[in-house]
């Protein structure tokens, strides 16, 4: 009776399962396995009354009109004027982040700053952004001494909190998500649209799943109600033909036969007071030279809520996911030998001709959430011919 069965209700599942419903005209089943939708971007509020990301802060941020349009079919925005603004806590004096020419002039006395942001509009173009492992390159000493400066008190001890690796050793992708700006622009992100949906991205993902022809069914791991036979899926004892979309980790899936992937996760300490404001207004703050947690988030101020009392707050604890109860998968950890390990799992798939894998685990990724809706919308159209 279905034509289409999601596994995982997060941007990725939520997505492409609202484009086969409504376009495709697909009867559709969601499978999630937590008890709510929303993947890693639910959100709720707390004891307090307080909106709280219960996986971590999601800043929804994009460049694409189309993505946009999209998902403002299902929420209105709170979007920031000035941008998201991120800082770091370096041994007590807060700097902006990504390190600007704003920062720049924190660092240094004016002289020197004026000097040094000369060289660096020289060598590289005003408005322009550079990766800091590119930066490191520079042979002008002068450079080299901004770039150790950055690449010591932002990136190291940050990154080797997060990932327990060094900079040096994770792919250059990742350090460069954050690069050295060579402009006064103390946003964290450089997209047009910048911002979190209005009353919460729960409700966003209870209106999009709200569609005649969608079934959800919450508390349910796939396995459950699939049986992944050699060469075909069942659905109540019958081969299933409709459309597998599966978001989930694919090691997972196949009982990690050929050894667990390797993922970051992370352990969340939620704290509330009774005061106002507990960072200075700050809705993140990065701990890049301190402290076991890499950030701290203060809801109040990322969400731009007014009617509480009190703030909360989460502390991010980075660690080795090892897969025991409980813990969550967050960031695939990519690099040469584990994406020919993900390639390994992949190639088990090629046996379901029906089967699409998509999502940050399914398809061991770093996806931002609008190039995830963007991979779904995609999807979507790829299976109804649209
Ligand atoms: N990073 C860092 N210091 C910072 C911010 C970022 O070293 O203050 C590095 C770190 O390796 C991190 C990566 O840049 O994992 C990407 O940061 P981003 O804020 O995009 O990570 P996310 O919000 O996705 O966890």
Known sequence: MYNSIVIGSGIAGSVVARQLAEKGGHKVLVVEKRDHIGGNCYDRLDAYGILVHEYGPHIFHTNMEDVFAYLSRFTEWTLYENGHQVVADVNGSLIPIPFNLNTLHCVYDSSMADELEKKLIHAYGKGSSVAIMKLRENPDPQIQAIAQYVYENIFLQYTMK?????????????????????????????DKYQGVPKNGYTELFTRMLDHEN?????????KEILDFQDHAILLGGQAFTG????????????DCRYGRLPYRSLRFEFAHFAQEDFQNGHSVVNYTVSEEFTRITEFKHLTRQKDAEGTTIIREYPFAYTGAPGEIPYYA??????????????????????????????????????????????????????
Do not use: H
């Open 162 to 190: 997060q990932w327990g690796q060094t900079p040096e050793e994770i792919d250059p992708a990742v350090t460069g998500r954050v690069p050295v700006l060579i402009s006064y622009d103390n946003r964290y992100f450089q």
């Open 214 to 222: 969608i079934s959800v069914q919450t508390g349910t791991d796939a």
């Open 243 to 254: 459309n597998v979309i599966f978001t989930g980790a694919l090691d997972e899936l196949y």
């Open 333 to 386: 950890i990519m690099n040469a030998e584990n994406e020919a390990q993900y390639q390994k799992y992949k190639q088990l798939t090629k046996q379901y001709a029906n089967m699409y894998l998509l999502g940050r685990l399914a398809e061991y990724q770093y996806y931002n959430i609008d190039a995830m809706t963007k991979k779904a919308l995609d999807l979507a159209d790829q299976l109804t011919g649209c």
